[in-house]
């Protein structure tokens, strides 16, 4: 079963906007992390957050973690076509690395 | 540095037959994850090779199978294939001596196609 939820399931955007994408989960987590995924091939890892950290920033990319709602966001800063994607959270709840994926956010930047 | 190697890019079995999908880690890494995503959903955990042994293992049944080589490569076998294990299957790689908290790489991955 997936444990996170990302909503909304597909985002439309145009070039320079922000895009945000939210991460619910349901048990309490070691780290969440962020992955992007071009046109159904391989995983990018884009960050990491730890259960004990509230907010991370990357370039363009802030992520915040909410543990009480169980909840996490992922900001993109003035977005370009490249970040065209699906994003997916991932969390660690348990030993040895395994992490749980969402369901995944579609987002499409408009040139 | 080669990042994480999937071989082959894409395959297609038809039901009933069995399938090896290759991995070959991150250099420096020596713990190696498969996961299974089917078209439009998120990567389902498979299981976890550390130490050539099955160190973890998600909910999938005893037809998946894997080895993993004392040079940290890793294996995926499906028998008796379905339909249903059409995916794309996905391997990623962790360094030495990781405890929490750390990075997974994914390898491009490789497609399957169960006809």
């Known amino acids: 079963s997936q444990q996170g939820e990302e909503d909304p399931q597909a985002l439309s955007i145009q070039e320079g906007e922000n895009a945000t994408m939210n991460c619910s989960y349901k048990t309490s987590i070691n780290n969440l992390q962020w992955y992007r995924q071009n046109s159904g091939r391989g995983l990018v890892h884009l960050i990491l957050i730890r259960s004990n950290e509230r907010e991370k920033h990357s370039g363009r990319l802030r992520v915040t973690l909410d543990t009480s709602k169980k909840s996490s966001s992922l900001l993109i800063t003035a977005s370009r076509a490249a970040d065209t994607a699906s994003y997916f959270c991932?969390?660690?709840?348990?030993?040895?690395?395994?992490?749980?994926f969402g369901t995944g956010t579609k987002l499409q930047v408009i040139p | 540095d080669a990042g994480v190697t999937q071989s082959p890019t894409h395959l297609i079995k038809t039901r009933g037959q069995q399938v090896t999908l290759r991995c070959s880690p991150k250099?420096?890494?020596?713990?190696v994850s498969w996961y299974q995503q089917a078209l439009g959903q998120g990567p389902q955990f498979i299981f976890q090779y550390y130490e050539e042994e099955e160190r973890q293992r998600g909910n999938f049944p005893d037809r998946f199978s894997g080895h993993q080589f004392p040079n940290y490569s890793s294996e995926l076998n499906v028998n008796a294939l379905l339909l249903g294990d059409s995916a794309l299957y996905l391997c990623a790689s962790l360094r030495k001596g990781v405890t929490y908290g750390e990075t997974q790489y994914f390898g491009p991955g490789t497609r399957l196609l169960v006809l």
């Open positions: 991932a969390v660690n709840s348990g030993g040895y690395q395994k992490v749980t």
């Open positions: 250099s420096g890494h020596d713990t």
